[in-house]
């Protein structure tokens, strides 16, 4: 009688656990289409955007477990000369869950006219994969999720623990090892010395996944031939009487050597391409902003080469 009630269980659950095991085998048969970001006449790999992995539902099932995305309204804090300032605004967000037990959830980017998110499958880590990727969006700005689902849930890439991101999430395999790095712009500089967005330099920062510590950590320095490909031509083409952006396209090459772990080339460099009075100003400015910048102090506490 034991036999047959074990078979009769197993009977009736077996459909479930059979589908949580087959979404496991047949992961590699699924690589999306990517959109490509690369300039046609630039033979410089570009970064591709995995926006296309992202599905139209307001929910997605895989190993078991439920990603469903939710709305609900938020106060907002707006400047005190506003006249007309909204009660509350419907913003959306998402929540992992199993077995109808929420996880985690991912929220906490909205701005006045709501936000964006998004949610789909990637292979992160290489064939024979899927990573959750969750994406919540404003105008010029975002933050993005990897979890790990192969076992147990694991957020393997937060974007806020580094202040990085966009809309956009982007990927490359730089090192051609099957395990894609993550590239997102830094936006600490924003409206630096009163720049307006278009002219303010977003440093192109690249995670690489350790599979020890199963977490994407920053890894700039790793990738030199990458990150720092053409920068001579670009400190050659600088023409301090023609130009309209003057510290911009300074600072730029000088955020490119600091992340990538240069920091005496860079201030050689600003010191010997930087010719306005206020120089020692802005250096001390750049260096501030620095200090209390997370990628920044990741790569110099930790050495990363």
Not at 242 to 268: F, H, Q
Not at 272 to 295: A, H, M, R
Request: charged fraction near 25%; proline fraction near 5%; charge should be neutral.
């Amino acid at each position: 009688m034991k036999q047959f009630y074990f078979l009769f269980i197993l009977f009736i659950f077996a459909p479930t656990f059979l589908a949580c095991e087959a979404q496991t085998v047949s992961q590699s048969a699924i690589t999306p289409g990517l959109q490509n970001t690369t300039n046609s006449n630039s033979s410089k790999e570009e970064p591709e955007q995995i926006d296309s992995i992202f599905v139209d539902k307001d929910s997605l099932s895989f190993n078991c477990y439920d990603v469903v995305k939710l709305k609900k309204k938020v106060k907002l804090e707006y400047p005190p000369e506003m006249k007309s300032k909204p009660e509350s605004v419907e913003v959306s967000y998402a929540v992992l869950k199993k077995k109808n037990k929420v996880l985690d959830t991912f929220d906490g980017v909205y701005f006045g006219a709501g936000n964006a998110t998004d949610f789909g499958l990637f292979p992160f880590l290489g064939k024979g994969t899927k990573q959750l990727a969750v994406s919540q969006t404003i105008p010029r700005g975002g933050r993005h999720w990897v979890i790990d689902l192969s076992s147990e849930a694991r957020v393997i890439f937060d974007s806020k623990d580094y202040g990085v991101g966009r809309e956009e999430f982007n990927v490359i395999d730089i090192d051609k090892d099957g395990v894609y790095e993550i590239s997102l712009p830094l936006t600490n500089f924003y409206m630096f010395e009163n720049m307006s967005m278009a002219e303010t330099p977003l440093p192109e920062i690249i995670f690489k996944y350790d599979k020890d510590a199963r977490k994407y950590f920053p890894a700039n320095p790793m990738f030199q031939d990458y990150l720092l490909a053409g920068i001579e031509n670009e400190v050659k083409r600088l023409n301090p009487s023609n130009e309209s952006n003057y510290l911009s396209n300074r600072l730029d090459i000088v955020l490119r050597y600091i992340y990538m772990g240069k920091e005496e080339v860079a201030w050689s460099f600003f010191d010997k391409e930087y010719k306005l009075p206020n120089k020692e100003e802005i250096k001390s400015k750049i260096k501030s902003t620095l200090k209390n910048e997370n990628v920044y102090k990741y790569i110099y506490e930790n050495r990363v080469s």
